[in-house]
């Protein structure tokens, strides 16, 4: 079989490889941080609860903590996301 019959491949014209990689790092992060936020204000809002049934208090504590959950949930979700950094260099 001579080479003649085997054609040249030029460079493939699909999306590169940092496209789909960037692609798929930014699918990722919009799966995790919802169930980021949902878990932080669900396990503060449950301590609460817990704190309030066992001191037999009306849900106090239950709003408290869940409004620290909700809270380190929203600062979590800040702190994974990327940033500019145009925003931070104050000009």
Request: no cysteine; hydrophobic share 45%; net charge positive.
């Amino acid at each position: 079989m001579s080479s003649e019959n085997i054609p040249n491949h030029p460079a493939q014209k699909g999306p590169s490889k940092e496209r789909v990689k960037d692609y798929s790092n930014q699918t990722a992060l919009a799966m995790e941080l919802p169930f980021v936020m949902v878990s932080a204000l669900a396990v503060g809002a449950l301590l609460g609860f817990l704190l309030d049934r066992w001191l037999h208090t009306k849900p106090v504590f239950l709003l408290i903590f869940g409004a620290a959950g909700f809270i380190v949930g929203v600062r979590d979700v800040l702190r994974r996301l990327p940033g500019d950094g145009d925003a931070r260099d104050g000009k």
